[in-house]
């Protein structure tokens, strides 16, 4: 397949956009929002909808320096011990107040690293999600830290039978890994991936990235080779986000060593390059798959889908949130858990539930919502439903001066090649946003 290759506009990418895993972003998110707003979004679940779950386990058993999730180290066994139990209290207190509505399809358990608990623990907990929400037989997926990886835990996924597993690898390159704190032999993901083949998984995924300290385009590519060698069914593939000021683990990191955003901009085209050559199919921006795994079918069939744990092929509307700084996602609200592990175990041990932030989505958000999702996971939409659609096309001209956007009467088309300036086209549709704002991570 011969590939157009990418061109750098610096003008284009010199805002910050985010991520739009949810819209509105949690930027928006405002504190006047608790078990009412909880209450409300999961009494308008219908009795058969799909409803999907993600528990979040905010430890590791070692942390990263360049890390952006909310988690803290697990150095002693008595703290795991009382957030499981208030993560199972949690648990039982939304599924009594969804009141058997919904029905579960799919069971998401994220992190920071849920086998930083123990293989007991979590066994106890998943079967206590299970119970709660009369699972049966769900999609289960789940985050692993390959350094924390054992042979009870290939047990445990086998016991689960065909979970997809996401392992945290990042780079291959032993300085790298230095530069970063993570510290993981290639030998330990090799035998985690062969362990997880043996369990059964029915899918795994890496995350890697770029724009690492000292990461030059050989050693990314030198990371993708190596990985596309195991054949992990998915690869993610993010630019590492350095913001020293809002998350002080990364001070650590040397921010001379970094990559300018051009050198940024060429090292996303490259591991796009070298995937695509691969036999990978590209999923939204950031995320690649084997053609015959679901979430390329779901692309291919224009059923792909976007949410706070990125591109998916769940197609849900309703993801309850649990566990400390979780977010549900409901048609009408996001609603978002208490983010402090230890705050969170208060409010549980109070009232069993722990909504703290959020907002009610008003019939523009969703509206807004479902187009930017549709660019992003489809790469184009039909825009006339937009008051501003006038102005939206002014300050797209740039874009479609340089051929990165087409406009087919109100439709939108991004070209494939103009994947790294999604985010910031995405954005013009965002009333939210103003050009000045510089909370978010580079475009790149
Ligand atoms: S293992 Fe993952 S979640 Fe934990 S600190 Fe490292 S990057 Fe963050």
Known sequence: MSLRPWTYHPDLL??????????????????????????????????????????????????????????????????????????????????????????????????????????????????????????????????????????GWAELLAELGGARVSLGVQTFAPHIQAAIGRVQPQAMVEETVAALRTARAESINFDLMYGLPHQSEADLADSIERSIALRPERIAVFGYAHVPDLLPRQRVIDATALPCVEARFRQAELAH??????????????????????????????????????????????????????????????????KNAGRYQMRVAAGGTAVARGLVRSADDRLRGALIERLLCNGGADLAPLPELASIRERLAPHAERGLIAWEGDRLAIMPEAAPYARSIAATLDPYRQPSARRFSSAV
């Open 273 to 338: 390059d070298l995937l695509i050559a691969a036999g990978y199919v590209a999923i939204g921006f950031d995320h690649f798959a084997l053609p015959e795994d679901a979430i390329a079918v779901a692309a291919r069939e224009g059923r792909l889908r976007r949410n706070f744990q990125g591109f998916t092929e769940d197609p849900a509307d309703v993801l309850l949130g649990l566990g400390a700084s979780a977010i549900g996602v409901f048609p009408g609200a996001l609603l978002q858990n208490e």
């Open 14 to 151: 010199a805002v910050p956009v985010p991520r739009y895993t949810s819209f509105p972003t949690a930027a928006e998110f405002g504190d006047g929002m608790g078990t009412a707003g909880l209450d409300a979004a999961l009494g308008d679940v219908t009795a058969d909808e799909p409803v999907s779950l993600y528990a979040h386990v905010p430890y590791c058993r070692e942390i990263c320096w360049y890390c952006g999730c909310n988690t803290g180290a697990a150095n002693r066994a008595g703290r795991l011990d009382a957030y499981v139990q208030r993560l199972g209290q949690e648990i039982e207190a939304v599924a009594a107040r969804l009141g058997g509505r919904g029905r579960v399809q799919r069971i998401a358990w994220g992190g920071g690293s849920p086998n930083a608990l123990s293989v007991d623990a979590f066994r106890r907990l998943s079967a206590r999600m299970h119970s709660a929400f009369g699972a049966i037989s769900p999609v289960t997926s789940i985050e692993l830290d390959p350094r924390a990886f054992d042979a």
